[in-house]
Each structure stands twice: as C-alpha cells, then as structure tokens.
C-alpha cells in the first residue's frame, strides 16, 4: 500500500514558476514509478510526467516537454515536479500516481494522491 500527499500548488503568474511535491508512505515507494497528471475543469485528465523507479527513465507529454522537470528522492520517499514558464493552460489539479511500470497511461497507476491545484494567471 502506498499513500501519497501532494503539495506545491498555488497561485501564480504566467511565466512564473511551481515545484510541487508528492510525498510517498509506504516500504514499496523506491521500487514504484510515479507520475503526474492534471486534470482541467471541463476537460479529461491527461498526462504531465513520469519517471521510473530509479530515476533514468523520464517520460513527458508534448505541452510541457522543456518547461516541466520531474525528479525524485528515494531517500525521502518524495517526487517533484518543477514547472518553470508557466502558462494559463497549464491551469488544473495536479495529481501524482504510483505503479509498478513507467507509463503514460492513468490505468497503469495503481495508487493516486488527492491533489494539488495550480493556477496560472495571464
């Protein structure tokens, strides 16, 4: 069982900058790949990021490929993601997902926090 608790979001500027934190409880948290997610009011959930269980496998949806950095902290159970030049449309709740494989699939996750929101201003 993992549970996670995100943190981070807020109010920002565009152009400005987030780092969001999801923090992991659980023994299997170093052994899991994790993933962010969003989800726009109106719109469906969609991908953001994901990174595999040791870190050198990194995935990235098109809309935040050179913006949105990904990393994590075994040693403190946690994962980031750093969002820099921030957009309107990057405006929603912002989730984070353990699995047992990367992927970019929401159905690939077994578990997810509750959410974090971001809001981006023009």
């Known amino acids: 069982q993992v549970q996670l608790v995100e943190s981070g979001g807020g109010l920002v500027q565009a152009g400005g900058s987030l780092r969001l934190s999801c923090a992991a409880s659980g023994r299997t948290f170093s052994s899991n790949a994790m993933g962010w997610f969003r989800q726009a009011p109106g719109k469906e959930r969609e991908f953001v990021a994901a990174i595999s269980w040791r870190g050198g496998g990194t995935y990235y949806a098109d809309s935040v490929k050179g913006r949105f950095t990904i990393s994590r902290d075994n040693a403190k159970n946690t994962v980031y993601l750093q969002m820099n030049s921030l957009k309107p449309e990057d405006t929603a709740v912002y989730y984070c997902?353990?699995?047992?494989?990367?992927?970019?699939?929401?159905?690939?996750?077994?578990?997810w926090g509750q959410g974090t929101q971001v809001t981006v201003s023009s």
């Open positions: 997902a353990a699995g047992r494989t990367i992927t970019t699939m929401g159905s690939g996750y077994d578990y």
